[in-house]
């Protein structure tokens, strides 16, 4: 106890607390800021005074779309297995809403080929009126969702993060104490 009561003692001390808890202030206001980016992904990025629709829900109804599509090509037995099992893929990676944007960028990329192959055969294809109808609703549907996608703002929002804190000591500070900073959708 008489170690406590030294002057050079009690300020070490007093410097550790400080210290320690604002290392730990530190790092909560890191994670919350870069939760908050991360939520633009599901819940629209907010810029001009509007919300944008948010890419996870664009991606959403793009799965909704191949499904729809795949119904459609099933009635002139055009292949459709492929975009089936990256429909399947890509809402998987995106019901699991955490920081794993780069994954679900992954499986969109995977998903957005054989969308475009099936889009492509079956606007190539001799449809019935309805089923021509319900493919031009459908290619006009998926061109708004991707620029939907593109204009959405989460990567803008990503680049404005990493531009405040992707620098020294910030990006050690959350190696340090694994926090997951935002990834850009790309």
Not at 7 to 23: D, E, M
């Amino acid at each position: 106890m008489k170690l406590l009561k030294k002057p050079a003692v009690a300020v070490i001390l007093a410097v550790l607390i400080v210290v320690g808890s604002t290392l730990i202030s530190a790092d909560a206001k890191l994670s919350r800021q870069s939760a908050k980016v991360v939520n633009g992904f599901y819940d629209g990025v907010k810029y001009g005074g509007i919300v944008h629709p948010s890419i996870a829900s664009c991606l959403s109804e793009l799965c909704d779309i191949a499904e729809q599509m795949v119904v459609i090509a099933n009635n002139y037995g055009l292949e459709t297995e492929e975009l089936t099992e990256s429909t399947e893929n890509l809402r998987l990676s995106i019901s699991y809403q955490d920081a794993f944007i780069r994954l679900i960028y992954s499986d969109y990329s995977d998903f957005n080929g054989p969308l475009m192959v099936l889009e492509d055969a079956l606007n190539h294809t001799a449809l019935s009126d309805r089923h021509s109808e319900q493919m031009a609703a459908i290619s006009q549907r998926i061109s708004e969702l991707k620029a939907d996608i593109a204009a959405s703002g989460y990567n803008e929002s990503v680049s404005a993060f990493l531009r405040r804190n992707g620098r020294f000591p910030t990006w050690q500070f959350a190696n340090l104490f694994e926090i997951n900073l935002p990834a850009a959708f790309a």
